[in-house]
């Protein structure tokens, strides 16, 4: 049973910092897509970044530049370093871990950049 668990949300100020992890579990073959989505209540999620199990990496055009996805092997897990946050990014992030066969969601973190 795969399972994907996401951490690392939070209240952070203007212009801060946060790390998000996606902590995935179970038999995860060689070849995977993780996807981080964002999504503000109302409106459509959102895809921000993406990355490959053969480390191909792509941004939204609006984190690029300050975001940052990263893949720790050897804890299965994917992080999304977000610098330089703004209010704007506030939204429930949630990651999406794609076998191909299968895809698996986390249960989403808040995200909240306020002063």
């Known amino acids: 049973q795969v399972q994907v668990v996401e951490s690392g949300g939070g209240l952070v100020q203007p212009g801060g910092s946060l790390r998000l992890s996606c902590a995935a579990s179970?038999?995860?073959?060689d070849v995977w897509v993780m996807r981080w989505y964002r999504q503000l209540p109302g409106k459509q999620r959102e895809l921000v970044a993406i990355i490959t199990s053969g480390g191909r990496r792509n941004y939204a055009d609006s984190v690029k530049g300050r975001f940052t996805i990263s893949v720790d092997n050897d804890k299965n897990s994917v992080h999304l370093q977000m610098n330089s946050l703004k209010p704007e990014d506030t939204a429930v992030y949630s990651c999406?871990?794609?076998?191909?066969?299968?895809?698996?969601w986390g249960q989403g973190t808040q995200v909240t950049v306020s002063s």
């Open positions: 999406n871990l794609d076998l191909y066969s299968a895809t698996y």
């Open positions: 179970g038999s995860i073959p």
